[in-house]
Each structure stands twice: as C-alpha cells, then as structure tokens.
C-alpha cells in the first residue's frame, strides 16, 4: 500500500492531499505537501568560486528541510468536532494532525502526478523566500541559508525559520495582517499575533490550526471542527505515553512514537 492511498486533494488551492487515519483509540489528520526538490548555485557565488552542490549536500537539506516542517507542524494542537456525543455521529471526535513532506520521484511526474510543490533551492541566494501556490505551477523558492534559524535584529528574543514560514503559506496560511510583503503584513514581532509562523516569529498558534479545521470540514463534512484549547489558551496536556518528536525542534510539544523526520523516513521505505 502506498503512503499516499486514500487521500483526497484538499486545501484552498487544492495543492495539498490529506487522510484521515485511525490509529488506535486516536484519529490523526495526515496531511501531505508533495515537494521535489531543484537546487542551483547563483552567478555571483559562482564568480566567488564557491562550489556546486554535491548530493550529499543535497541530501542534508532535503532531510532538515522536511523534519523542521514536520516537526514544527505536527501534534502542536488537536481538533475537535461540534458533535455532542460520539453515538450522535459516530467516527472521530477529536483528531491530531501530523504535517508529511513527501519527497516525489521524478517519474511520479511523468505518470501524471499534479500539485507538487517545486522547493528551488539556491546556494548564494540574498532574496526573500516566496510561495506560490496557485495555478498549475506551485513553487517554493528558497535560499539554503533559509533552514537556518534566525533571530530578529530588533527582537532577539524571537526566532524563525524561513522554511518554515513558507511551508506554512504552501499550507495556505497568510501573513496576519496583510497579503503583501510589507512589514506591517507580519505583525509587531511584540504581540502574539506578530510571533507566529506567518509572522515574525516560530510559534504555531491556534489561528494556524484553523487550516486542518477547514481540511476536516471536507473530509467529514456535516459537522464543525475546532482547535481544541482551554480556558487560558494554552495547549493541553498530553498522556504519558506520548513522546516528544526528535529532531531540529527538539523544545516542540510532543507527538506519538513514530511521528516526524524518522517516520517518514520508514514510510518510504515501506512504499519502494
């Protein structure tokens, strides 16, 4: 079986695929941003004579790139649905969500796989990273410095990873305030709003989860979904059995055994 059967494309541009599993007592939202990768070395770095990537370069940043995703994505909030009992409607109650970058195989291409996500990746590279998601061309285009984690000048005190910031706007997230690049989109890196993902900042908030909300509205359509929090707006608390995901978030909230980087690591395995 593959890692993708039984999903459905989903998403405001339709870019993205998603599933529901059932895994134990839990339902988990799978849902899967289809990338390949191309990398290039920028003229001016190629004048300094900095050299072209090798494969084990390329390596490395694909496998940085789709664990910080992952990681930072995955099992940070759950969804729960308005359903008063489990008897009215049956199925999932209340779901977690685990993000997936699935690496796509050249030929996929050519047998007629569509809305993959085009991640160019360019050494030397000074630009500002973009997303485009619309049309029949999806494109995340990155320097590779860009999966480093970088403070802000004027607030030390928040990070992000640029990477990340667009793997959220592939997800279909905008900037808080604006659809455009001036500063004033990302919000004041002093509030909430300006620290997260989308902002200034690295903290995925409950107002980024309103994305698999919508996801789930389509998959189990008839019934609400809400991000699940309490009173204080803090994250809930998980059982004893959970476990943090390893990797480049090392400080994230937990997620089950075999979620992130090494997870999907297994899984292709599983699909060659």
Aim: charge should be neutral.
């Amino acid at each position: 079986m593959g890692a993708l059967d039984g999903t459905r494309f989903v998403g405001r541009n339709g870019h993205l695929l998603a599933r529901l599993d059932h895994r134990g007592s839990q339902w988990v939202l799978c849902v899967f941003v289809l990338v390949q990768f191309e990398f290039d070395l920028a003229e001016s770095a190629r004048a300094k004579g900095v050299g072209e990537w090798t494969d084990s370069e390329q390596d490395a940043w694909k496998r940085a790139f789709i664990r910080s995703a992952e990681n930072t994505f995955s099992y940070q909030w759950s969804l729960q649905t308005s359903a008063r009992s489990r008897d009215e409607l049956g199925g999932a109650l209340s779901v977690d969500v685990e993000l997936i970058v699935e690496e796509i195989d050249p030929q996929d291409l050519l047998r007629g796989r569509q809305h993959v996500f085009t991640v160019f990746v360019t050494r030397g590279k000074t630009d500002a990273p973009e997303t485009f998601a619309s049309g029949d061309d999806p494109q995340i285009q990155l320097a590779d410095r860009h999966i480093e984690s970088r403070t802000q000048p004027t607030h030390p005190d928040i990070a992000q990873r640029l990477t990340d910031h667009e793997i959220a706007h592939a997800l279909g997230l905008d900037h808080p305030n604006c659809e455009g690049k001036e500063l004033r989109c990302y919000g004041d890196p002093k509030t909430e709003t300006g620290q997260r993902i989308v902002g200034l900042g690295s903290r995925v908030s409950a107002q980024d989860y309103v994305v698999f909300a919508e996801i789930m509205k389509t998959l189990m359509p008839g019934r609400g979904w809400m991000v699940r929090r309490d009173l204080l707006g803090e994250r809930e608390e998980r059982p004893a059995h959970w476990m943090r995901i390893p990797g480049i978030n090392s400080g994230r909230m937990p997620g089950p055994v075999g979620a992130g980087g090494a997870h999907n690591r297994q899984r292709r395995k599983r699909t060659r």
